[in-house]
Nanobody, 120 residues
Framework: QVQLVESGGGLVQPGGSLRLSCAAS????????MGWYRQAPGKQRELVAV???????NYADSAKGRFTISRDNAKNTVYLQMNSLKPGDTAVYYCKINYRENWGGRRDYWGQGTQVTVSS
């Protein structure tokens, strides 16, 4: 059993900042990639940013220069620092990990999502 606890979402004005956190726990032997995705109403879920176990990062074009993804391996936690937020960033943000189970194979697991609303 794996749990992902997301936090940090909320309402922010345009130009503001938020920091999302996602802490993983449970039957995890090791975590490979950790990432953030988002889904706006009426749109498909899309990648925002991902970070590998070797700290290689990849960002959506819309996130480059404004968002920073990082991870704390000791805490099995991934962060997304979001600056210069725009109304177009409004969405439910989901954390996803790619991990190896304690006694099993490699899997993906999604968090429940946290709402980010950018509005004046």
């Amino acid at each position: 059993q794996v749990q992902l606890v997301e936090s940090g979402g909320g309402l922010v004005q345009p130009g503001g900042s938020l920091r999302l956190s996602c802490a993983a726990s449970g039957s995890i032997r090791s975590i490979y990639a950790m990432g953030w995705y988002r889904q706006a109403p009426g749109k498909q879920r899309e990648l925002v940013a991902v970070i590998t176990s070797g700290d290689i990062t990849n960002y959506a074009d819309s996130a480059k220069g404004r968002f920073t993804i990082s991870r704390d391996n000791a805490k099995n936690t991934v962060y997304l620092q979001m600056n210069s937020l725009k109304p177009g960033d409004t969405a439910v943000y989901y954390c996803k990990i790619n991990y190896r189970e304690n006694w099993g194979g490699r899997r993906d697991y999604w968090g429940q999502g946290t709402q980010v609303t950018v509005s004046s």
